[in-house]
């Protein structure tokens, strides 16, 4: 069973851009979540989606946002892009069968703001 | 709200030394803990996750962690470290809706 691919895997953009981020999960998996991973503030959760609908969502301004289609494929978008916007985005999917549940993450998308 | 604390940004071993990574946890309801492991240019592999099944989980690569709910803890342990254990490893409580909250890692460096 292929695993969570995101894409693109480097993405190199300006201040004050935009750009959008693609995640697949597994097959099977309803549940996305995504996480920035950055030097200075670790590992911190943006938003969870299942069936097309954000359950959940992190400490991170409105310029972070989200969706999920029918088949569970997500998306993130960043707008207004800045400096400190520069991260490790982690996608992770899940059956979503509760709280111990195993998340499988992506290899990320390396975004670098300019 | 649930949290995870690492000791230790850091952890030198030598190859065949015991590893041992410590997390401690903070949570009001009974926790759902898990360790996992990131090499560079990675994303997070699970090593073991605990569901109060039972107090010891066995991992994968031959890591083990114990859930001692009298010291908040669930370290990390690996009896023999090996070269390709070099990576960093982060512990992680279940918030619910599929949010971990995530501590801040510790880094392993094996030496031959």
């Known amino acids: 069973k292929a695993g969570v691919t995101q894409t693109p895997r480097y993405l190199i953009k300006t201040r004050g851009q935009q750009v959008t981020l693609s995640c697949s999960p597994i097959?099977?998996?309803?549940?996305v979540s995504w996480y920035q991973q950055t030097p200075g503030q670790g590992l911190q959760f943006l938003f969870e989606?299942?069936?097309?609908?954000?359950?959940n969502k992190g400490n991170f301004p409105g310029r972070f946002s989200g969706r999920q289609f029918s088949n569970s494929r997500s998306e993130m978008n960043v707008s207004t892009l800045e400096l400190g916007d520069s991260a490790l985005y982690l996608c992770?999917?899940?059956?979503?069968?509760?709280?111990?549940?195993?998340?499988?993450f992506g290899p990320g998308t390396r975004l670098t703001v300019l | 709200a649930q949290s995870v604390t690492q000791l230790g940004s850091h952890v030198s071993v030598s190859e065949g030394a015991l590893v041992l990574l410590r997390c401690n946890y903070s949570s009001s309801v009974p926790p759902y803990l898990f360790w996992y492991v990131q090499y560079p240019n990675q994303g997070l592999q699970l090593l073991l996750k605990y569901t109060s099944a039972a107090t010891l989980v066995k991992g994968i690569n031959g890591f083990e962690a114990e859930f001692k709910k009298s010291e908040t803890s669930f370290h990390l342990t690996k009896p023999s470290a090996h070269m390709s254990d070099a990576a960093e490893y982060f512990c992680?409580?279940?918030?619910?809706?599929?949010?971990?909250?995530f501590g801040t890692g510790t880094r392993l460096l094996v030496s031959p």
């Open positions: 989606y299942f069936s097309e609908t954000q359950r």
């Open positions: 992680a409580v279940s918030e619910g809706f599929q949010k971990l909250v």
């Open positions: 992770a999917s899940s059956l979503d069968t509760g709280r111990a549940d195993t998340q499988y």
């Open positions: 097959s099977g998996h309803r549940s």
